[in-house]
């Protein structure tokens, strides 16, 4: 039985009757602030760069060119499914709308790992930039006096806590102004550098977008990079029952995430390589800043402007945090609704979203960074505690995303090949619909194995991500009674009547259906 027909949801006293069913108000901005706020543009810019560059040299630039072609591709197979099918589990809906029930239970396992790992992730980051920001007041101090991160993740875990499960549209207002401030600044640092120049002696220097003096396997290894930092602009899908018009909305706002971000971090990220400079010491110096916006801020603007991007910085973290949390919850709302899970996480509170399941992803993320505070876990090597935990499950996080990803863009090409089997039709572009997907793929696969390859530790971040993914895919093999609740409320939920479990290759690799 679903949330939505059990008996035992009897409404609060005094209050209106809680719903399973969003209402579909939001418009576009809300779903594209969403996803924004997911990547969070000035953090990607602040922090991503470095690596980049021991990698690749002064080519940073050229890796984010690739990198925005490979997470296109990607970003098409979700455009392709969400003009079809829309639903507050996100990758979990449409999977199971299109391949099977149990394929998506597993898909959206990976996503929901993913969301609450970058929930953690963010206000452990948050925490940092905020001591970073109450540093960046005491120039010249040797040591300056620093908060407790624990204390100030706690302080924006309450403010998280009374924002999470409000009214989507209010929290995407405040997520549009933080995520657009940081934009703003990254512009005006932008307008800076290039009416300075560049740096001495080396310029404005295009030749950051050839291949000169890299080879091959320093390219891949630096799209991954840059493509991580994409990581979260589907976020807008899991609003898919929430935003008016959704299949021709949501498709939009994963397009606009996409062009904006991909834009920016190309012109950012060659604004930054040529305002440190592309000989040898300015790449020393951009490989080892700290915050590349605040010292390129300082330097081509003034040192009070240098203070104003840490500020965003920070700010766009915890934008980060709410957005992550507004996903997670949801998804765990879908679960919920659809049988697994406690069913008081599967209904919404009258005047906003999933608000008990909003309260459990916090309680979660509080109790876990608690713990990395007391014990001194996980040690990533940044001489940081909070920073340490940011990467951790970034790392895992991402892992587990990818998964998804990878899961979504197989069910875009079963989509436009066996779409009918669902009451639905791929429709044109059948060839479009098979080969882009299937070089997402690809291009999914490469990342994965980047990000596992070198782990020796079997309590590696990336690794915890795998794990975290084939726990989901144990779940949809053997809980074969959750399965047919989750097929049948899809098929309720998706208005597709034809969804079978005889599409959905993980049926097969259980036990036959004469055997549950």
């Known amino acids: 039985m679903s949330a939505a027909t059990s008996p035992h949801l009897t409404p609060p006293t005094g209050s209106e009757p809680p719903r399973s069913a969003p209402r579909r108000s939001l418009p ?74 149990r394929t998506g239970f597993f898909s959206g396992c990976a996503m929901l790992g993913a969301y609450v790992g970058f929930s953690i992730g963010t206000l452990a980051l948050t925490a940092a930039f905020a001591n ?8 010249g101090v040797a040591h300056p006096f620093q908060l407790p991160w624990p204390l100030i993740m706690l302080v924006g875990a309450v403010i998280s806590f009374f924002l999470a499960g409000r009214d989507v549209a209010l929290i995407a207002k405040v997520l549009l102004v933080i995520e657009g401030v940081g934009i703003i600044a990254m512009i005006i640092l932008v307008i800076a550098i290039f009416g300075h120049g560049g740096a001495p002696h080396t ?83 951009f490989g080892t800043s700290g915050n590349t916006l605040g010292d390129l801020g300082t ?16 700010c766009a ?29 599967g209904v919404l509170h009258p005047k906003g979203g999933p608000r008990r399941a909003a309260w459990l992803v916090l309680a979660i993320v509080v109790v876990v960074l608690l713990v990395c505070a007391a014990t001194g876990w996980p040690v990533m090597g940044t001489g940081n505690s909070a920073i340490d935990a940011y990467f951790y499950f970034a790392v895992a996080g991402t892992v587990c995303l990818m998964v998804a990803y990878l899961m979504v863009e197989v069910a875009a090409v079963y989509f436009v090949n066996h779409g009918r089997f669902q009451g639905v039709h791929g429709g044109r572009g059948r060839v479009l619909g098979t080969v882009l ?25 990336g690794l915890v991500g795998l794990y975290w993914c084939a726990l989901g895919l144990v779940l949809a093999i053997a809980a074969s009674k959750i399965a047919k609740r989750v097929g049948e409320s899809l098929a309720k939920e998706l208005e597709l009547p034809g969804l079978g479990k005889e599409l959905d290759p993980i049926h097969h690799a259980g036990a036959p259906e004469s055997r549950r």
Request: proline share 4%; with cysteine.
């Open 437 to 461: 997907p299937s070089l997402g793929a690809v291009v999914i696969v490469i990342v994965i194995w980047f990000n596992v390859k070198d782990s020796a530790d079997a309590a590696a971040s």
């Open 28 to 101: 576009l901005w809300a779903a594209l602030a969403l996803s924004l706020a997911t990547v969070g543009p000035t953090l990607a810019m602040s922090g991503n760069g470095q690596g980049l560059v021991a990698i690749v040299g002064k080519s940073v630039p050229l890796v984010f060119v690739i990198g925005a072609i490979g997470v296109a591709l990607v970003g098409y197979g979700f455009m392709r499914l969400t003009r079809h099918l829309n639903h507050a589990g996100s990758a979990y809906g449409l999977i199971g709308g299109t391949i099977g029930p």
């Open 299 to 314: 330097r081509y603007v003034g040192p009070w402007f240098g203070v104003i991007a840490v500020f965003t910085a920070t």
């Open 317 to 345: 973290a915890f934008g980060s945090h709410m957005a992550t949390v507004a996903t997670a919850s949801r998804m765990l709302f879908a679960f919920s609704r659809d049988g697994f899970g406690p069913r008081s996480l």
């Open 203 to 285: 310029g404005v220097d295009f030749s950051t977008f050839s291949f000169s003096g890299i080879d091959v396997g320093q390219v891949l290894s630096g799209v991954v990079a840059a493509f991580l930092s994409w990581a979260g602009f589907e976020a807008c899908a899991s609003l898919g029952e929430e935003t008016s018009n959704p299949k021709r909305n949501i498709p939009r706002a994963l397009f606009g995430t996409l062009l904006i971000t991909g834009v920016l971090f190309v012109v950012v990220m060659f604004a930054q390589t040529i305002g440190f400079g592309t000989d040898a010491a300015g790449l020393k110096s």
């Open 132 to 139: 970073a920001l109450i540093a960046g007041f005491q120039p």
